[in-house]
């Protein structure tokens, strides 16, 4: 009797670790994302008149401290499939950034993309540090709908182009490793 419960809990414990093996041995490998898409975004800052064609805004001023610290820019910026700013946009990136740190230029994003095209329709929302000295950056991915429903991943972020505050353009190497 005594060797039966012995048993029955030695084989519950064996189905447990192998369990747990197994579960974890689904390695996310970052060369094997579910999904891959590589986006550009494009923002021009309203500089008092160009209202036609700003696409982002000042909402904050910078403080006397350095590297613009403290600048936060609201944005409504068009996402396109190439590096054209006047290609059809695919999805828009909402969201803001701002300059938090004194050092060098560094500015925090959070935002949302929003896709409502025949292709795709749902959000990935987007968030992390875009150390603007490094030639990429990675972003944390921590969510989406829709067709992203659960997506997270990362957005690596490399500046393709700027023309010192009038516009910039970014590349966003957006590679998802949950997909349902
Ligand atoms: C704002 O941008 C527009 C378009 O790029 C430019 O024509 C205008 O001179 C700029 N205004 C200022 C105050 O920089
Ligand atoms: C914004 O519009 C102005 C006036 O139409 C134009 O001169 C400027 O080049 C535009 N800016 C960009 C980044 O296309
Ligand atoms: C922001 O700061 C600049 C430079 O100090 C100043 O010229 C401008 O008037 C300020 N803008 C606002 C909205 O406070
Ligand atoms: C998505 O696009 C459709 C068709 O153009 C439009 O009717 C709908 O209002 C859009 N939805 C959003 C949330 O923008």
């Known amino acids: 009797m005594g060797g039966l419960v012995e048993k029955s809990s030695f084989i519950l414990f064996f189905l447990l670790t192998s369990f747990f093996v197994f579960s974890h041995s689904k390695a996310i490998k970052p060369e094997q994302p579910c999904k891959r898409m590589v986006l550009y975004y494009h923002d021009i800052l309203f500089n008092g008149t160009n209202v036609a064609n700003a ?3 000042k909402a904050s001023n910078a403080t006397q401290l350095t590297h613009n610290f403290g600048m936060l820019v609201v944005f409504d910026d ?6 054209h700013l006047l290609s059809p946009p695919i999805a828009r990136a909402q969201g803001f950034y701002f300059y938090d740190m004194k050092t060098t230029y560094n500015a925090w994003f959070s935002y949302t993309l929003i896709f409502n095209s025949t292709e795709h329709k749902g959000t990935i929302n987007i968030m992390g540090a875009d150390m603007m000295d490094s030639e990429t950056r990675d972003l944390s ?8 429903f659960m997506a997270r991943g990362i ?4 500046t393709d182009t700027f023309q010192g505050d009038a516009y910039f353009r970014l590349q966003m190497d957006i590679k998802l490793y949950e997909c349902y």
Not at 141 to 148: E, I, L, Q, R
Not at 155 to 158: E, H
Request: charge should be neutral.
């Open 155 to 158: 957005a690596t972020f490399r």
């Open 78 to 83: 068009p996402i396109t499939k190439d590096h």
């Open 55 to 57: 696409t982002s805004a």
């Open 141 to 148: 991915v921590v969510g989406g709908t829709g067709d992203f």
